[in-house]
């Protein structure tokens, strides 16, 4: 395991009476791509400005390389940010826009033309170069503000809501290309979103926050498939939540029935519990004996091309669960609003929650 | 004969500029260019007599006197009204127009009231004195009033207004993202403002930078009142020739001068502040 870059030991950052992020601690690896994801308000942008240094924390420390920079200032930080605005320089061309952090380390005219030379093939904006920013489109503003950061070769690199200004398609294609980048230039990027599907696609590992608190920190795949609290399970991905108290080797829910999983430690009998099960865990007329049936009506059905949703109605939930199924599974056996169904799911696809 | 909404909405604007601007400028450009009577008066015969005595090194140095002062007051107040107008911006957007209000609150007086209130100010056993002596100084009243000092002072306070307006304008829609940017980047709080902050509101500093400029070079009370007739601008030259020597003519043509250095200065700036605006135009996301 590489060591790590940058470390967040116990970071605070109180305004007045509200406390924006509450004992952050998270230790992040040379050339790791991580992210910090939240629904906004969680604190997610003011850790990011604490570690690009344009604020100071209230509690605690931030070490980059070992030494605690939690007061220096963001111009003396090998830390660049790209704003989620992208706060590029209206007045200057693109050239001027990213050769401008060199300008600030008193490069060599030579050696900086060089750089931006090779910044701008980087970032196939070759032909953009005395370009004003307004004459730009939202993609094309998205590069040169990544070059402008980039060009510092920076220790870490700090983006905030980087694809959040794109449209749906460009986005897709956007994850694709920072973690190429990050891959060519070699270099930690710190990703601030509140949408998950973007965390599990670049991210090597990522943090949760709500309320200033981090959740759980892990790779995409362990928190997908194991979600350190109900709000985690329900923030990352789809998930079918069925309320009840625990009894014997599971929670009895609404109807009665038991929905069996593994308990978590220490969780008592009669406790208020949440039982959970992924979309695509659950069987449609399972062939086999699973640990968890029931039967239920399908309320809705959303053709999605790979895959087919459906909402059905159980005696397990108030909400419907949400079922997913593979295209050909529905080719197999057609299906209609109003169907009755039979859905089956193991006890070890179950996760249970205290609520 | 139809006449368009418009066309009819702008009519007594229209007549108000032709009959109180136009025509008075035209009448006397026109004046400029006949001879002064023996005794006062016009005559109406042709000369270009008058424009040859404008630019005669006398009175050329006279207008290069006011372009000087004028320059200066132009030059404080651009330093204050900016940092004004800066410090008006970083405040919370609550109090901003509090401030402003407070800031153009001297506009709500009579200009020649303010100006007399300079006289109180600084004559020699004047507010300024007694200040002076109040803290323990025993020496002679300094002379303040009736100085070239006291004129740009006066001039300054009179048009700081403008230029805090002026400048807060662009100061106010600075993304501070831009700063932080910068900062970012490794730039020092004097780089930044130097190389993003100033540039970014330059068209304000211009705008209000002309504005007291062309208000100051033509101005002839202030001169008049604080610089005790010994200062004289442009303003006090033309008044001169028309109420005191009674030459019009002369008047006239110093005035039509006046009138095309400001003209000059104004659609120079317009010229400018209009190429920052196409050229930072947006063009739209979809194009």
């Not at chain 2, 020739?241 to 039509?256: H, I, R, S, Y």
Request: glycine share 8%; net charge neutral; charged share 20%.
């Amino acid at each position: 395991m590489s060591r790590p870059v940058l470390e967040i030991d116990q970071v605070s950052k109180r305004f007045g009476t509200l406390t924006a992020v509450d004992g952050v601690s998270l230790s992040i690896r040379e050339n790791e791509f991580f992210a910090l994801l939240g629904p906004s308000g969680c604190g997610k942008t003011t850790l990011l400005r604490m570690l690009a240094g344009f604020e100071t924390p209230t509690g605690g420390r931030i070490l980059l390389d070992g030494a605690d920079v939690s007061r220096v200032p963001p111009n003396r930080r090998p830390v660049n940010l790209m704003f989620q605005s992208y706060a590029l320089f209206p007045h200057m061309s693109v050239r001027a826009n990213i050769a401008y952090g060199l300008e600030m380390e008193g490069r060599p005219s030579a050696e900086i033309r060089k750089r931006v030379d090779d910044m701008l093939a980087t970032t196939q904006l070759g032909g953009l170069a005395e370009r004003k920013p307004d004459q730009l489109s939202g993609g094309q503003k998205q590069r040169v503000a990544l070059a402008r950061a980039l060009i510092k070769r920076p220790r870490v690199l700090l983006l905030d809501e980087p694809l959040g200004a794109l449209d749906k398609k460009l986005r897709g294609d956007m994850q694709i290309e920072l973690k190429r980048l990050q891959h060519e230039v070699g270099i930690t990027f710190i990703v601030v979103t509140h949408d998950q599907e973007e965390a599990l696609v670049m991210a090597d590992r990522m943090a949760v926050l709500r309320d200033g608190r981090l959740l759980q920190c892990d790779t995409p795949h362990a928190v997908y498939e194991h979600p350190a609290d109900a709000f985690v399970a329900g923030f990352i991905g789809v998930m079918n939540f069925a309320a009840g108290m625990i009894a014997g080797q599971g929670v009895a829910v609404r109807d009665g029935s038991i929905i069996a999983g593994a308990l978590p430690e220490g969780m008592e009998q009669g406790a208020a519990a949440l039982a959970a099960i992924r979309p695509e865990r659950i069987v449609l007329f399972p062939d086999e004996e699973t640990a968890n049936r029931t039967t239920g009506r399908i309320e809705a059905l959303a053709y999605h091309g790979l895959d087919l949703q459906l909402h059905v109605r159980t005696p397990l939930a108030d909400k419907p669960f949400l079922v997913r199924i593979t295209a050909d599974t529905a080719d197999r056996r057609p299906l209609a609003v109003g169907d009755p169904v039979e859905l089956g799911w193991s006890a070890t696809d179950t996760r249970i929650f205290r609520n | 004969m139809t006449t368009s909404r418009p066309t009819l909405l702008m009519m007594p604007a229209l007549a108000w500029l032709i009959g109180l601007m136009v025509v008075p400028c035209g009448l006397v450009l026109a004046l400029a260019f006949f001879q002064r009577g023996i005794y006062g008066g016009v005559d109406y015969t042709f000369t270009l007599e008058n424009f040859a005595k404008v630019v005669d090194p006398l009175y050329a140095g006279i207008f290069l006197n006011s372009a000087r002062i004028a320059g200066t007051a132009t030059l404080i107040a651009v330093v204050i009204g900016y940092a004004a107008a800066y410090a008006i911006a970083s405040c919370r957007r609550s109090l901003q127009p509090v401030l402003l209000f407070f800031a153009v609150l001297p506009f709500w007086s009579n200009y020649l009231i303010r100006t007399y209130a300079w006289i109180v100010l600084l004559n020699r056993e004047g507010l300024v004195t007694q200040m002076l002596r109040w803290f323990g100084y025993t020496g002679e009243p300094p002379s303040m009033l009736y100085t070239e000092g006291a004129v740009i002072a006066g001039l300054v306070y009179n048009y700081l207004p403008f230029v805090i307006l002026a400048c807060y304008a662009p100061l106010s829609r600075l993304n501070p993202e831009l700063a932080e940017a910068s900062r970012d980047l490794g730039g020092s709080a004097f780089t930044t403002f130097r190389r993003i902050i100033l540039p970014l509101t330059m068209p304000g500093i211009a705008a209000g930078a002309v504005f007291v400029f062309v208000l100051s070079i033509g101005n002839f009370v202030t001169p008049a009142l604080l610089g005790g007739g010994r200062f004289q601008m442009i303003g006090n030259l033309v008044y001169d020739q028309f109420l005191t020597a009674n030459d019009w003519p002369f008047g006239a043509a110093l005035a039509a001068a006046l009138i095309a250095i400001m003209m000059l200065l104004l659609l120079v700036q317009g010229y400018a502040s209009d190429r920052a605006s196409t050229r930072s135009a947006p063009v739209r996301e979809d194009a």
